[in-house]
């Protein structure tokens, strides 16, 4: 950090991030209460107006915030505002301009359409938006690579209309803790780890030996007296739920199709969890027809 920098109230960059972030969440929590206090009207009214919504109350909170005070919400909770060398002109031009093109954006189709009155005139509208919008992302991506290394104008408007946040309290520079941040790291490493590793484990294979292991309240002499039956009450041993493509596999309890070849594919040594009967072989493995009358 230089000294002009200092004198001039310097601002990190991890600040003015946050502080998009911070105007975001606001104009959400906003909108949100909102439409809290009008969702009796319905929702048709709010869908078809959404967009001139939107703007009103970007506008209204910009103009509150950007223009009277030279700072955003996230700018004040963060102690930042724009250079008092900013004219009030510029700052004016930039509402007008977040505003609007958002507006624009979501209502050139119909725009195109009503003035045209042609239905093609729309879909050009909006590929042509489409193209802007994509352009507009490129050079939003070009100019966060040279924010990273210059620190000042995060977004590509703020750097057309040359906008510099400086810091509003120059004695009470933001101090950032990197704590937090190395713990969120090993979180997400440790996680992304996990993600990895869980599906190579066949918890279908503990599973089942979990269930060898626990003791049956079922007779095992009696299962095999008696015969396979499917009724209305029949459900599945691995799913417990009506079998859906019942299957035997040697004994007399029914599973589902995929339940039963899923659990022998996962598990070659795969045993009823009731009666404790081995699957030996796929050939064990057929479907049971049932006839209604």
């Known amino acids: 950090m230089s000294v002009s920098e200092t004198n001039q109230g310097y601002v990190p960059r991890i600040s003015q991030l946050d502080s998009i972030i911070l105007n975001e969440e606001a104009y959400s929590l906003i909108k949100s209460q909102l439409l809290a206090a009008v969702k009796y009207i319905g929702q048709s009214p709010l869908t078809r107006f959404?967009?001139?919504?939107?703007?009103?109350l970007q506008y209204i909170l910009l103009k509150c915030t950007v223009q009277k005070a030279r700072s955003s919400i996230g700018q004040q909770l963060l102690q930042i505002k724009y250079d008092d060398l900013v004219s009030n002109r510029r700052?004016?031009?930039?509402?007008l301009l977040l505003v609007f093109g958002r507006w624009?954006?979501?209502?050139?189709?119909?725009?195109?359409?009503?003035?045209?009155?042609?239905?093609?005139?729309?879909?050009?509208?909006?590929?042509?938006?489409?193209?802007?919008?994509?352009?507009?992302?490129?050079?939003?991506?070009?100019?966060?690579?040279?924010?990273?290394?210059?620190?000042?104008?995060?977004?590509?408007?703020?750097?057309?209309?040359?906008?510099?946040?400086?810091?509003?309290?120059?004695?009470?520079?933001?101090?950032?803790?990197?704590?937090?941040?190395?713990?969120?790291?090993?979180?997400?490493?440790?996680?992304?780890?996990?993600?990895?590793?869980?599906?190579?484990?066949?918890?279908?294979?503990?599973?089942?030996?979990?269930?060898?292991?626990?003791?049956?309240?079922?007779?095992?002499?009696?299962?095999?007296?008696?015969?396979?039956?499917?009724?209305?009450?029949?459900?599945?041993?691995?799913?417990?739920?009506?079998?859906?493509?019942?299957?035997?596999?040697?004994?007399q309890h029914l599973a589902c199709y995929y339940c039963i070849h899923s659990s022998y594919a996962l598990d070659p040594t795969y045993s009823c969890p009731l009666c404790g009967h081995t699957v030996e072989s796929k050939v064990q493995i057929i479907p049971v027809y049932t006839v209604n009358g």
């Open 91 to 95: 700052l004016r031009n930039y509402v």
């Open 104 to 251: 624009l954006k979501q209502r050139a189709g119909n725009i195109a359409a009503a003035v045209l009155r042609d239905e093609s005139a729309k879909l050009f509208a909006s590929q042509c938006i489409n193209i802007l919008e994509i352009l507009y992302m490129v050079s939003q991506l070009l100019n966060l690579l040279v924010f990273l290394r210059e620190g000042i104008y995060p977004s590509v408007v703020e750097r057309m209309l040359r906008l510099k946040p400086v810091s509003s309290n120059i004695r009470n520079v933001r101090k950032i803790s990197y704590v937090y941040f190395t713990r969120e790291l090993l979180w997400h490493g440790f996680a992304e780890l996990l993600s990895f590793v869980l599906p190579l484990i066949n918890i279908q294979y503990f599973h089942n030996v979990v269930r060898k292991l626990l003791p049956s309240a079922v007779d095992n002499d009696d299962l095999k007296e008696q015969e396979v039956s499917f009724h209305q009450h029949t459900t599945c041993v691995v799913c417990n739920c009506p079998p859906v493509l019942p299957h035997s596999y040697g004994c």
């Open 50 to 56: 959404e967009p001139e919504i939107d703007a009103g």
